[in-house]
């Protein structure tokens, strides 16, 4: 059936040919019909080469003029083989449709198959619809050949040769003349190969061909079997895998020999000429071999991949030579079960030469010890092993010794070099990059240890000579200089004579010396000279004792200091003098940067703009008070000055256009918005004085490139900073992008312009951009709808519902659609045919998972459904569904953050609808518990830890304060256990209905067992976390921050919330133990948004404090691993930093007045409560 398009284009040519009343096509002497490109481009040379295709190869052709009238290949119907301009002659799948009335296009269905050799046609027969006959410029048959199928060994798997050697064995390592790889009697040899194979046809055509002169290969049979995950599975040829289809195609296949090939046989696995190894494959053009070796001698090589050095030049180097006492030798296949250590001890000779640069000097011998480290390896012990010398290992052999396959051990000898130690200084450093270490002083003063470890002499320039120490009992400023950035040879010489210094002597064992700091409080400076000019102190350490305790917040330009006492009774401290200078290297000299003193509640505040924006250094600060010692602060982070200039200007715009691809000779239409910026701010107000900005185009729309851009001036309007502008787009404009810039002065009206601005730099500036194109785009023929629902549970069968339609009127039924889905852990694929509406139905059963894939609350299932529509063009409709167990989502958020048992967090939750649009709810309760991520998770915990999960169990409301009810959790012992929120009811009290009326609840990981703890122990104090009321502020509203001090006693504490311009603090003596919260005011200095920044500052307990603390602590705590350098009492310093989103207050106040209609009675009356008013906020909310 031909579609009413299809019946008009056809009465259009039969009108056109009768009214032409000639045999001869429209222009056909002018314009005939020619191909003028193809894609691949050879199809139209005059050679006979042929065409080599891979991967998805299309072969497409366009036409000088129109070949068919449109509309004419409308339908799913075959099109006639008039209409085809040329024929793939392959074994290959695809599909052929006309792009536009004059470009044909070839798909194939899949990936162009190997050892593919067939032809590509032209149909010379071919005219237009007017009757222009084709004019072929090329050959009319062109050879289309793909790439050869190759194959490779990927991998060989040997249970007895992992048996004979504890897993140690490698078919791939040994000795250098070893033949690799090795293939033992029982061996699995993974095959892989470059398409796709039958492995029916592979098992008939795989060969075992005899190679070299080895009589292997004669007798031996091959069998095939499919791969598991990811490529052997555990026993291939168990009667389970017997059954596996043999038909299916794969990229990979298992062969197993039988007979194995007999002890240093070598043998050819052969895929012979002429196999067609795939239904769509050609057959292969040559024969394609891999070459198996059998069992290698027994030999026991040092090392598994050891290469002896072929000279002595060559054996100094690092990768030949050896650097311990204990070396490992190889056992390739193990022993047999009656052969002892003892016995592989006597076959061995080691020996040293007299010069180790003289092969031909006495070798004498050297004792050792031998042992088993496990079956596949032994261990030899050489006590007297010395650097850089030339030893000598020899093995006989012997026919009593063999391995676990029978093989008798044969010599070997083995050359080696031993290397010497590198040489080496170190002392305590911290394991980060900072270099500078806080220590509290000591109360007696008494001398601080110092450990210096050495080894070697340091002959290079660059190596340290020593240890050097200078002490600043006042001002470290050089000391600081030194440290930070010059650390060059003068630079070193101008701090003076050290107070303590220590002169390496060479060792050729490791060597420890302790060097005496003092126990004052002050600060010194430790450094390894060396020769170099560059680097005249290495490994540089400043150890500062003092009880100063020191934090900062960095907010835009200005940093606040907040100063506090280690000592236990600390409160902020008054007077402190805090300095800061900038380091810069290679010379330069240090930039001081501005200083101030601490008030009373500890804090002060300065602007580094000045200091550090263009310069390029370390800025360091010093902290002095009268009375404890002065702390070095290394390294204080510093803002990026690297701002768009834009946010220099006065004013900002924004452009919005009416549409983004406009035909030529359309309008379009753009309205525009202009603000100025006001007061310190990031407010904006109605423009002042400017009356006119520019909008221009680039390029112009001749489409040439000296084009000037098009300027047109546009009239602001005053009352509201807007404008509007119509662009009229000739008809002759070059399809093409074209840019839309808003142009506006840099400087406000009657103010000069910038002193840096030259008399004929342009005063304006571009605040505002967009683009379009021009151009005439083909408009969609069909369309795809796709429907699926919100959200649906882990185990639930998700149903698609899909709806093909065209515009055209084309018949969509019978069309087949592809739908691919994804899961974080699975992916799949389904295709559906559409009934005779159009519409089909499509079902996801994720409960049917596998348990390794299946999906979790939280997750996203995106799909994918894809149509060739009517006529010819790819349609995608994409959706997704969350994985969810009810309507509502819960997201939890703690202080702190921590996963130590006994350490209380506190619990607040944001709640969103499971919609497409996932609007957030306020007012939900949420209930919020712990439970074991498995069964046996509480297995190491005490009954008392068992009782203590089941009665933890708290309610929390979403958008509330924290700590307006808090819900304080802690994790009763080491284990792994989940953190559960389930929403029980919306905030009008209605209940949260899930999955079969259950709540719907939301899992989170928390927690770690023993084993982990002890594979990474405790190493610092938990993270702090701040906790907001709500997602959303506007200006004038009050925000709540909560969070949980988790120490063991009251901290100081300093918060500085704002944004780049504007900032605001409040300073904090005394926050007790437990859950706190803070309000603030949002104001100007959160107008777009800001942060808030909260710093803590403990002390040290005191003996008392300590005393209790200790019992206090759970069992687990004292039981968890801890880092040797980590004490949980010691003073700390922790932060936290959360985003505020800020509106401004956006409610229109309504204000409705009715009054009579002309000619109605004045009296009338109005119903009573007929009008409302009300007021509409952010999101629409009525307030």
């Known amino acids: 059936m031909i579609s009413a398009a299809g019946r008009c284009s056809w009465l259009v040519l039969l009108v056109l040919v009768a009214v032409l009343g000639s045999d001869a096509a429209f222009l056909q002497n002018q314009l005939p019909l020619e191909v003028v490109l193809t894609t691949p481009s050879q199809l139209l040379e005059n050679s006979t080469q042929s065409i080599n295709v891979e991967n998805g190869q299309a072969f497409m052709a366009v036409f000088s003029r129109p070949v068919i009238p449109l509309g004419s290949d409308f339908g799913t119907q075959s099109l006639p083989d008039a209409m085809v301009p040329f024929k793939v002659n392959c074994p290959v799948p695809g599909m052929f449709r006309w792009v536009t009335t004059n470009i044909a296009r070839w798909d194939p269905s899949i990936a162009w198959p190997t050892d593919m050799d067939c032809e590509f046609t032209w149909n010379t027969a071919m005219k237009t619809f007017d009757g222009a006959p084709l004019v072929l410029r090329g050959p009319r048959t062109v050879r289309i050949k793909s790439s050869r199928i190759s194959f490779s060994v990927a991998d060989i798997a040997s249970a007895s040769a992992n048996k004979a050697t504890g897993n140690q064995w490698n078919a791939y390592r040994g000795m250098d003349d070893d033949k690799f790889p090795e293939v033992p009697p029982d061996a699995n040899i993974t095959l892989t190969f470059s398409y796709p194979v039958l492995l029916s046809a592979l098992q008939s055509a795989l060969a075992v061909v005899p190679c070299c002169g080895s009589n292997a290969g004669s007798s031996q049979s091959v069998r095939v079997l499919p791969c598991g995950p990811p490529y052997v599975i555990v026993d291939p040829f168990a009667p389970a895998a017997k059954q596996l289809q043999q038909q299916q195609n794969s990229t990979c296949a298992v062969v197993r020999l039988s007979p194995g090939l007999p002890a240093s046989g070598v043998a050819i696995l052969r895929l012979p000429k002429g196999v067609r190894y795939n239904t769509v494959s050609g057959p292969t053009s040559n024969d394609t071999d891999v070459y198996l070796w059998g069992l290698r001698r027994f030999r026991i090589p040092l090392r598994t991949n050891f290469q002896q050095p072929g000279s002595a030049a060559a054996a100094v180097e690092q990768e030949n030579t050896i650097s311990y006492r204990r070396l490992l030798m190889w056992l390739p296949h193990g022993t047999a079960a009656d052969v002892t250590t003892g016995a592989l001890k006597a076959q ?63 010599e070997s000898t083995t050359y080696f070099f031993t290397n010497e130690p590198a040489a080496d200084l170190s002392y305590p450093k911290l394991a980060t990059s900072a270099s500078v270490m806080v220590l509290e002083p000591d109360a007696q003063q008494r001398p601080l240890p110092w450990p210096v470890v050495y080894r070697g002499n340091g002959s290079q320039d660059y190596e340290a000579q020593g240890v050097s120490v200078w002490g600043f009992p006042e001002k470290p400023a050089k000391g600081v200089a030194v440290l930070a950035s010059d650390y060059t040879q003068q630079a070193v010489q101008g701090l003076g004579t050290p107070t303590q210094r220590f002169d390496r002597s060479f060792s050729a064992l490791t060597a420890t010396k302790v060097l005496q700091l003092s126990g004052k409080p002050g600060v010194q400076l430790l450094g390894a000279p060396t020769r170099s000019a560059y680097e005249g ?90 009375g404890h010692g002065t702390l070095v ?25 009416d549409r983004s691809i406009v035909m030529p000779g359309d309008k379009l239409h753009i309205t525009g918005f202009v603000q100025e910026r006001s007061g310190q701010g990031d407010r904006l107000a109605l423009p002042k004085g400017l009356t006119t900005v520019n909008a221009t185009i680039m390029p112009s729309f001749s489409g040439t490139a000296d084009d000037k851009p098009i300027v047109i001036p546009v009239k602001v309007n005053a009352s509201y900073g807007s404008f509007h502008v119509v662009i009229d787009v000739p008809a002759g404009a070059k399809a093409g992008e074209y840019s839309l810039t808003l142009v506006a002065p840099k400087t406000r009206p009657g103010t000069p312009a910038a002193s840096s601005s030259s008399s004929g730099e342009d005063n304006s500036a571009s605040i505002a951009m967009e683009s379009f194109t021009v151009g005439n785009p083909r408009p969609p023929t069909a369309m795809l709808n796709v429907t699926v629902p919100d959200w649906s549970p882990p185990n639930s069968t ?76 790819r349609i995608a409709e994409t959706a997704s569904v969350r994985i969810a167990n009810g309507p509502v989502r819960v997201e939890l958020s703690r202080s702190p953050t921590t996963d130590v048992p006994g350490v209380p967090f506190l619990v607040s939750a944001v709640t969103w609808l499971n919609d497409k649009d996932g609007s957030q709810l306020e007012g939900v309760t949420v209930e919020v518990y712990l439970k074991p991520n498995t069964s046996n998770s509480l297995a190491n915990c005490s009954s008392d830890a068992n009782a203590q999960l089941r009665a933890q169990r708290c309610q929390v409301v979403s958008g509330k304060p924290a700590t307006a009810k808090p819900c304080t959790l802690a994790l009763p012992c080491a284990a792994n256990l989940k953190l559960v929120a389930c929403a029980l009811s919306y905030a009008n009290g209605s209940t949260v209905l899930g999955v079969d009326g259950r709540p719907a609840c939301s899992e989170t990981p928390i927690g770690r067992n023993q084993s982990e703890w002890e594979q990474e122990p405790w190493a610092f104090l938990p993270d702090l976390g701040l906790l907001k009321d709500r997602q959303n502020y506007t200006i004038g509203s009050t925000a709540v921050l909560s969070f949980m001090n988790p120490y063991w006693r009251p901290a100081s504490g300093l918060l500085v919330w704002g944004n780049m311009r504007l900032q605001k ?29 909260l710093v803590l500052s403990l002390p040290r307990p005191s003996a008392a404090e300590a005393a209790q603390i200790g019992p206090s602590m759970t069992p687990m705590q004292l039981k968890l691993p801890k880092s040797k350098l980590f004490n949980p009492l010691a003073p700390a310093t922790a932060s936290a930093v959360v985003g505020l989103t800020v509106y401004e207050d956006n409610r229109l106040n309504v204000t409705v007045r009715v009054v009579p209609s002309a000619g109605a009675s004045a009296a009338a009356a109005l119903l009573s409560g007929l009008f409302k008013t009300s007021a509409v906020g952010i999101g629409g909310q009525v307030v």
């Open 348 to 410: 061995m000779y080691l020996c040293k030469y007299d010069d180790p640069y003289k092969w031909q000097t006495p070798c004498n011998q050297v004792p050792f010890q031998l042992e088993r480290a496990n079956k596949g390896q032994l261990l030899l012990t050489v006590p007297s092993l010395m650097p850089r010398q030339h030893y000598q290992l020899k093995v006989a052999g012997s026919q009593a010794i063999r391995d676990a396959y029978g093989l008798p051990l044969e």
């Open 537 to 626: 102190l290495s490994n540089r350490v400043m150890v500062v004792q003092t009880d100063l305790q020191y934090a900062s917040v960095l907010v835009g330009d200005k940093i606040t200091h907040l100063v506090t006492l280690t000592s236990p009774a600390a409160t902020p401290l008054a007077g402190a003098k805090v300095s800061l200078t900038l380091y810069r290297c290679c010379g330069d000299a240090p930039i001081l940067g501005p200083s101030c003193t601490t008030g009373s509640d500890g804090t002060c505040s300065v602007d580094i703009k000045r200091t550090v924006k263009g310069a390029y250094g370390s800025l360091s600060g010093l902290v002095e008070a009268a």
């Open 633 to 657: 602060i290394n390294s204080l982070t510093t803002p990026s000055y690297y701002e768009d200039e834009t946010l220099q200007y006065p004013y900002v715009g924004e452009l919005v256009m």
């Open 798 to 873: 998700v149903k698609v519902l899909i709806k093909a339609s065209s515009y055209l009127g084309a018949d969509v039924s019978g069309a087949n659609l592809d739908i691919t889905w994804t899961l974080p852990l699975a992916s799949g694929a389904i295709n559906v045919t559409t009934d005779v509406k159009g519409q089909a139905e499509a079902s996801i059963p994720l409960g049917k998972l596998p348990p390794q894939n299946a999906s979790s609350l939280g997750d996203q299932l995106s799909l994918t459904a894809v149509w060739i529509g009517p006529t010819r063009e």
């Open 1065 to 1093: 603090q409040k300073a904090f003596a005394n926050l007790p133990k437990g859950p706190n919260s803070i309000s603030i005011t949002v104001g100007e200095e959160c107008l777009g948004g800001c942060k808030a920044h």
